[in-house]
């Protein structure tokens, strides 16, 4: 059963017509997916053997690491074609997502295979990302599985609109048709309640290679076409040269001083000079000059092309910029709804600051808590308050500024996004924009005649943030209250923000767990926001156990004017001091999720100020703390 194009032949006689012919073609990008040991790997090392896509060197390989570490006895092992990585031939599983290229006579095609753990959910949603189609197997002798479904319900919630049901292994169940007919009327049932209303099921066996580039003898019950064949005649492309004209822009392009264009590859439409364009967020429109590409200018672009646009006007136009259609573009918002894959390890932390990427657009983003979960298996949805690895929600999402998106189901290019972890730089979680949020649309700025910096004038200041962090008995809030004292005696205007104070009235109703932790620190860092805007010193003392909300308020402040006052206690000495009997408690087990017990406190990496408490008094760190900001402040204070 294998397939008659046979491209080596033709690269012998005609190394020219072979490219010609090779270049005309369409390309499908498809993924397999399923649960473990499905046979995804041996179906695409199957495709790859039948269209002829091995050299020589790479069969007499793969016939010797079949014998070794082969699981298929002394017959050929396919799977060993994509399972590159060791751990992978060890134990006869896929964990990375290989991608193949092969041809045949009417199409190329690159396949992903993605993992069928669920510990790499994360890596499927990546094959899957840039897929046309999915091949969804199962393994004939379990029928539907939890992965089947989770993958199903993925690729369908990232836009796979072609679906194809490989049913392997049928030679392990006697090519039985009932056995078949029973996992498609299984799988149709689910499929329907997600929104899969279409799909192909058909009965192969990956290793025996049946139904794969032919029909096959054993199943003569099936009328339907083999997977190779039903992968050539399956539409490819969109119709996304008739949508509206969406370029993001990756570079601003300034080799000379006569020349200012704008590079990015178009998401969709088309576009010829003369066009009028909406440079976004901005909303300024203009025309395009010019459109530059490396074989010289352009009378038309369209979709994917990488081009660089002129436009005939002097507009601001940067990197993460949207130029657009001037009568139909984008929307712009600052709010959203959005649906997460969460593919971290740590839980989602509502509350917390992550970067936010979509397309060339990178913005700091704060997650609320999820609306909801969803149970892949009964598609229910459940009360939740975080997000686990692999778990998928709906949440609302809150950037720093507004950014241009369009609804994922309208444009993948300008509606999918990942969250990025700012300390570790780790992809925490794949979204998908559902729409903006009617409050984004209708809360606008009140502009105000009376500015921050009014307001310091009239104070004869500068206003500053200090931020008071250290373990609970560190001496946070006595030094903080001490250097309130001198600057009240300098005839300066302060206001000093306590941890215990604050919980008594906005925030009284959190908690200390991680989640209501990150919400108590947002909180103080928009009141201290304002106090700082309305011209005040404003002092804090928390806890503040993570960098990545102690950064999130820094960067709620203008340039220079937060200052992270680390007071250095060790552990042993703030249990010794313990005024308030709290870590007798905490080793008790009476208080839960106490910082330095049974809750990290991560030590600030480069603050402006450390006060090691354990040779300093808290008289002498006031001192220290009002020297050294009268030498930064001066001749202000």
């Not at 020589?56 to 690491?65: I, K, N, V």
């Not at 001496?475 to 309130?484: M, P």
């Not at 330095?596 to 006031?622: C, K, M, Q």
Request: proline share 4%.
């Amino acid at each position: 059963m294998t397939s008659s194009y046979r491209p080596d032949a033709l690269i012998a006689s005609d190394i020219g017509a072979y490219l010609a012919q090779h270049q005309s073609k369409s390309l499908l990008r498809f993924i397999t997916c399923g649960s473990v040991d499905d046979g995804k790997s041996t179906l695409i090392g199957r495709l790859l053997y039948d269209s002829k896509m091995i050299f020589e060197d790479q069969l007499a390989a793969l016939e010797a690491d079949s014998k070794r570490v082969g699981t298929q006895g002394q017959e050929i092992d396919f799977a060993l074609l994509v399972d590159g990585l060791a751990a992978e031939r060890e134990q006869g599983i896929t964990i990375d997502v290989a991608y193949r290229f092969f041809a045949t006579e009417k199409r190329k095609f690159i396949v992903a295979d993605t993992p069928g753990h669920e510990q790499y959910t994360r890596n499927m949603v990546t094959g899957a990302s840039t897929a046309d189609l999915a091949v969804i197997l199962i393994d004939a002798r379990k029928g539907v599985l939890t992965q089947t479904r989770r993958h199903s319900y993925l690729a369908h919630l990232i836009g796979i609109r072609h679906i194809v049901l490989a049913v392997n292994k049928m030679d392990l169940v006697g090519y039985d048709q009932t056995v078949f007919g029973d996992i498609v009327a299984d799988y149709r049932e689910f499929a329907t309640g997600i929104g899969i209303d279409d799909f192909t099921a058909i009965p192969i066996s990956g290793f025996k290679g049946d139904n794969i580039t032919g029909p096959s003898g054993n199943t003569p019950w099936y009328r339907g076409p083999a997977l190779i064949e039903h992968l050539e005649a399956v539409p490819v492309g969109d119709d996304g040269e008739a949508q509206p004209f969406r370029m993001p822009v990756q570079w601003v392009n300034r080799p000379n001083l006569d020349f200012r264009g704008f590079a990015g590859t178009i998401a969709s439409g088309t576009v010829k000079p003369g066009d009028a364009v909406r440079i976004l967020p901005s909303g300024r429109t203009t025309t395009v000059g010019r459109i530059v590409s490396f074989d010289g200018d352009l009378d038309q672009a369209g979709r994917d092309q990488s081009v660089t646009l002129t436009l005939a006007d002097e507009v601001d136009c940067s990197r993460g910029d949207v130029i657009a259609t001037a009568g139909d573009p984008p929307q712009v918002a600052d709010q959203f709804s959005a649906t997460l894959v969460w593919m971290d390890q740590q839980p989602l932390l509502p509350g917390r600051s992550y970067w936010l990427k979509l397309g060339t657009q990178t913005v700091s983003a704060m997650v609320r808590e999820p609306e909801h979960a969803i149970d892949i298996n009964t598609l229910a949805k459940l009360s939740a308050k975080t997000l686990e690895l692999n778990d998928i929600g709906i949440a609302e999402i809150a950037t720093d500024r507004g950014i241009v998106f369009e609804p994922y189901v309208e444009s993948r290019d300008l509606g999918g996004f990942i969250l990025i972890d700012k300390l570790t730089n780790a992809t925490v979680a794949a979204g998908m924009v559902r729409n903006a949020l009617r409050r984004a649309q209708n809360v606008h700025w009140q502009a105000v005649e009376i500015t921050r910096d009014l307001h310091a004038a009239q104070k004869g200041q500068h206003p500053r943030l200090l931020w008071f962090t250290g373990l609970s008995g560190s001496g946070k809030s006595t030094i903080a209250n001490l250097v309130e004292k001198k600057l009240h005696a300098m005839g300066k205007h302060s206001f000093l923000l306590d941890g215990d104070n604050i919980r008594h009235g906005l925030n009284r109703d959190l908690s200390f767990s991680d989640a209501d932790r990150v919400e108590n620190i947002r909180r103080v860092g928009e009141v201290a926001k304002l106090m700082a805007d309305a011209g005040l010193i404003v002092l804090t003392a928390f806890i503040s156990p993570f960098r990545a909300e102690r950064e999130m308020v820094r960067n709620m402040m203008p340039e220079g004017e937060f200052f992270e006052i680390h007071i250095d206690t060790p552990i042993e000495e703030a249990e010794r001091r313990d005024v308030k009997g709290l870590y007798k408690k905490a080793r008790a087990g009476e208080i839960a999720n106490f910082t330095g017990i049974s809750s990290p406190y991560e030590t600030p990496l480069n603050p402006e100020i450390r006060i090691d408490t354990t040779r300093t008094t808290p008289e002498e760190a006031a001192e220290l703390i009002i020297e050294h900001i009268v030498g930064i402040w001066s001749p202000v204070l």
